[in-house]
């Protein structure tokens, strides 16, 4: 850990990527990515209800869709010599990053995800590739920037042996394309999107979320060098800590490097924090917390050129 936090009673606990008070007090799994965020170019990423555009590249009869994991909506069955994609558009200098969970059958038989830039006529560009290791659950990424003359981004993941499939994710992180990362971000729908620790209460009323003794984030996709500002229209009505943070975390949620700005009693402050991905990044995570009440009228999330 890069940073030390303003209250020694505050650690983060980088099991599970959020924050704990006195190691137990805010505690919280691993957030989902992937099919719910709309920042996601991948129409089903996640797999919900279906198949979308998601394409088979081998026998249809390889590619099956499994409704009933306990832990997403969907997963892609892909039974041996298995082959499924996706295109989308896309554009010269885009740089994209594309993120699955999977699981193979055998950790001898090749299973690798390619992403990779098209021309007009489909023909490949450029492409990186993969491989998918071992048989436990692995979040898989590859990124990419876009060379001249692309049209198009691809998305494909091939199996030897057999391969379960789940919350594929493509975000494009070039400038300019995606102003805003942050869904709801003025909690004009309530808590949609946003994940509320497990301790103390978090509710949203009239496009106003309330965090009591708890917090909540919001984590997406990301790679090294990635520079994001988060601000927050937020204030405290007591005198205990409260922080929005944002930080960097491994393929395994582990957190690399963060940094928070305090939250203050005063309203119209707009608290905010600028950090650039280390090594290893694969997401970043938005968070607001407090130790007492916190109000938060909305929160951004953003490169700070946009």
């Not at 020694?8 to 599970?16: R, Y």
């Not at 971000?185 to 620790?197: D, M, N, V």
């Not at 600028?274 to 130790?291: H, R, S, W």
Request: with cysteine; glycine share 8%; hydrophobic share 40%.
């Amino acid at each position: 850990m890069t940073l030390i936090l303003k209250k020694a009673a505050l650690i983060i606990a980088v099991s599970t990527g959020l924050i704990a008070c006195n190691s137990a007090q805010i505690t919280g799994g691993p957030l989902e990515i992937g099919a719910a965020q709309s920042n996601n170019l991948l129409d089903h990423g996640g797999f919900e209800r279906g198949f979308g555009d998601w394409r088979a590249c081998s026998d249809p009869q390889l590619v099956s869709l499994q409704t009933n994991d306990t832990r997403t909506e969907g997963s892609a069955i892909l039974e041996a010599r298995g082959c499924l994609y996706q295109t989308v558009p896309a554009q010269a200098n885009d740089n994209m990053i594309v993120n699955c969970n999977a699981t193979k059958s055998n950790r001898d038989d090749w299973t690798s995800l390619t992403f990779g830039y098209l021309d007009a006529n489909y023909k490949p560009l450029d492409t990186v590739e993969e491989q998918i290791m071992g048989t436990a659950a692995t979040n898989v990424t590859a990124s990419l920037r876009a060379p001249a003359d692309t049209a198009y981004a691809e998305v494909l993941i091939y199996t030897e042996s057999g391969a379960v499939i789940e919350d594929c994710e493509l975000i494009n992180t070039q400038r300019g394309v995606s102003s805003e990362l942050l869904i709801n971000s003025h909690f004009e729908e309530e808590l949609t999107a946003w994940q509320a620790c497990s301790q103390g209460t978090v509710t949203a009323d009239n496009a106003i979320a309330t965090v009591t003794n708890s917090c909540i984030s919001q984590k997406f996709t990301a790679s090294e060098g990635l520079e994001l500002q988060l601000t927050c229209d937020s204030y405290k009505t007591g005198t205990e800590h409260a922080a929005v943070v944002l930080g960097y975390l491994d393929d395994s949620f582990q957190g690399i490097e963060l940094t928070e700005a305090p939250i203050s009693t005063v309203e119209g402050l707009f608290p905010s924090v600028t950090l650039t991905a280390p090594a290893d990044t694969v997401y970043v995570e938005a968070m607001v917390y407090g130790l007492g009440q916190v109000d938060i009228n909305s929160c951004s999330l953003n490169s700070p050129l946009n």
